[in-house]
């Protein structure tokens, strides 16, 4: 009997995994981000650190020492708690509105592709003419618009944790802990229903490529429905660049938040986000710098890790890359 030895096959998210294992830049990436993501989530239970919002004017504009890390700001508040609580909201706005942006991009644009024709062309004239609009000034004004909701919102969020018999401690205190979220949900629709135009483009292009190979031909000649063809055929081939994308897209919203926080048009004192941190501490960097250094720092080493960890990705997830 002739023994052959055959080379056990791989996957194609194997071999991108094991090509982004060997990109430095990209695994250091990956970590600082995992240590940003874990610490901004753990933070209130850190013993050394407290309520990021409580006042403490005895102890106010003190340099970083053993009892404050990163300081104090002009309210006494520490400023190490203050960077955690809004690591959280800056990371729930890039997360949480690329999603939105994605999902709405990758419908928009493989429905475009995949269907061709005058269906394909008025999709993107409507992708031009919201390219055309400033989108700066759009985002204010839909934000604008939206805020009278939130109000409701949080009352309807607090309704769902409280009842009548409630007691009027517990159900401030949930109201306090539902209005920081209910508060940033038309910045979320603000920014997200503007910010897919770039995907639908990119997902358009793939499926038009993806849609003429002859897998897809055999999928139409066994009658399956255009639908499904779509579904699971085609968008499973197209979610390298669809992943590289969101990874890209996500310090994008995050920058974006932050200036509109500088401006004083995002999240609203005295809830915090990293564009309020850097807002707050740019008016005092010459008597205080920690207030704006410290809370700086986190943000660039979370945007450069997301836009690092996007390039290994895209390197990664190349199907014209050489297999090792």
Not at 18 to 28: D, G, K, P, V, W
Not at 254 to 283: D, Q, R, Y
Request: proline share 6%; aromatic share 8%; hydrophobic share 50%.
């Amino acid at each position: 009997m002739i023994e052959t030895n055959l080379e056990k096959g791989t996957s194609l998210w194997a071999d991108a995994w094991h090509r982004l294992s060997r990109n430095r830049a990209a695994m250091l990436s990956l970590a600082v981000l995992a240590c940003v993501v874990l610490a901004c989530l753990a933070g209130p239970a850190l013993p050394w650190t407290g309520d990021p919002n409580r006042l403490d004017l005895a102890h106010k504009n003190l340099p970083p020492s053993g009892g404050h890390w990163f300081g104090t700001d002009y309210l006494g508040r520490d400023i190490l708690s203050r960077i955690l609580s809004g690591g959280r909201v800056s990371l729930a706005v890039g997360i949480i509105t690329t999603l939105v942006s994605v999902s709405i991009g990758i419908t928009w644009g493989a429905v475009a592709g995949y269907a061709g024709g005058r269906i394909d062309a008025l999709m993107m004239r409507i992708v031009d003419t919201l390219y055309a609009m400033p989108f700066l000034i759009v985002v204010i004004l839909l934000g604008a618009t939206l805020q009278p909701l939130t109000s409701h919102l949080t009352e309807f969020c607090v309704g769902l944790f409280t009842n009548a018999e409630t007691p009027v401690g517990r159900a401030n205190s949930v109201r306090e802990a539902i209005e920081p979220i209910t508060s940033l949900v038309p910045l979320f629709i603000a920014i997200g229903a503007l910010s897919w135009l770039n995907v639908s483009r990119i997902v358009r292009a793939q499926v038009q490529s993806v849609a003429s190979m002859e897998f897809v031909e055999a999928a139409r000649s066994l009658g399956l429905a255009r639908t499904r063809i779509l579904i699971r055929h085609i968008l499973p081939n197209v979610l390298g660049p669809i992943i590289v994308y969101t990874t890209l897209t996500i310090p994008g919203v995050m920058l974006f938040e932050a200036t509109l926080s500088f401006l004083g048009l995002g999240v609203k004192p005295p809830n915090a986000s990293w564009g309020v941190l850097i807002e707050e501490g740019a008016n005092r960097m010459l008597s205080n710098p920690w207030i704006l250094v410290f809370p700086a720092l986190f943000f660039s080493a979370t945007l450069f890790a997301l836009n690092f960890l996007g390039d290994g990705l895209r390197d990664a997830l190349d199907p014209k890359a050489s297999k090792d």
